[in-house]
């Protein structure tokens, strides 16, 4: 018998174990039937995620991108990590039971994939377009974070950023625009809300504390109208009910400010993962 946890998210395998929210564990019985259980991991820390999984008894994990250091207390607790893998959650159960986890429509784009890798293999290679250097890659290559690795349809994602406070728009436009980004700025809800009514966009950083129509009810408001896009908010509150209003209200994931370079282009990696500049989401009419 197997307990296998897939990270997920709108039921494909999430990009980046680290920081995913919802797990399933799937407990897979001599008869090849399957049971289906989900963890919440919300917040978790690196210790707490591998805590639950050991309590849950699990003995492999199925994942995208995941850190080394991570990894390695995975593999030291006795779990063994198949990374670099994408596609429904479902199907890649099902090529996992049928031993064919290794083809290449369950690789993560520019991943080939090996028979059985070695767990601490490390490939030389990164992706096409992307650099190696100073970057971590998982069991099959795959870098972990968007972090100098936005492939070339990422660089033209069209991203709305609202965010009141002068100095932390000016530091995410930065760091936005410098990975290739097209970015538009709004100061308040109610100018995201028009903003989005005349334009597109491929994600939206929604800064939750505003005056005038704040994150929570811009994010409500835009849900209400049929907005369909991935909206991630942007709050210096990190507590774990900070994070319950936020998602809420709508919202689709929440980066802690201030917010850091590894961490803006992850939940970009995250949200954007196969879009391109023609792949915009709907906008509400």
């Known amino acids: 018998m197997a307990k296998v946890a897939i990270p997920i998210f709108r039921s494909r395998v999430a990009p980046v174990f680290d920081y995913c929210v919802r797990v399933s564990v799937f407990d897979i019985g001599h008869d090849r039937q399957t049971e289906r259980n989900e963890l919440y991991l919300g917040t978790l820390a690196p210790t707490g995620r591998v805590g639950a999984l050991i309590k ?20 030291t607790s006795g779990i063994s990590v198949i990374g670099g893998i994408a596609g429904q959650v479902d ?12 083809e290449p429509q ?42 100098d690795v936005t492939s070339e349809a990422q660089s033209n994602l069209r991203i709305l950023l609202v965010e009141t406070d002068i100095d932390s728009q000016r530091t995410a436009l930065h760091l936005l625009e410098k990975s290739g980004c097209d970015v ?40 209400k109208a049929g907005y369909a896009g991935p909206i991630v908010a942007l709050t210096a509150h990190a507590m774990a009910q900070d994070r319950k209003d936020c998602l809420d209200a709508g919202c689709d994931d929440v980066g802690v400010k201030p917010i850091d370079r590894e ?18 989401p709907a906008k509400s009419s």
Do not use: W
């Not at 096409?128 to 100073?134: D, K, L, V, Y």
């Open 106 to 147: 369950y690789c993560m784009p520019g991943i080939g994939v090996e028979k059985h890798p070695p767990p601490q293999k490390r490939y030389e290679h990164a992706p096409h377009g992307a650099s190696t250097e100073g970057t971590k890659l998982s069991s099959h290559g795959e870098p972990l974070t968007g972090a």
């Open 56 to 75: 849950e008894g699990v003995t492999a994990l199925i994942c995208g991108g995941i850190s080394d250091a991570l990894e390695k207390m995975l593999q």
């Open 184 to 223: 538009d700025t709004v100061t308040d809800g109610r100018e995201a809300i028009k903003a989005l009514e005349k334009s597109q966009y491929d994600l939206v950083f929604m800064d939750a504390q505003m005056p005038e129509m704040d994150g929570y009810q811009a994010s409500r408001e835009l849900r």
């Open 91 to 102: 199907e890649v159960l099902k090529a996992f039971m049928s031993d064919r986890i290794n």
């Open 263 to 280: 961490t803006l282009l992850d939940l970009v990696a995250r949200h954007c993962s196969g879009k391109t500049a023609d792949s915009h």
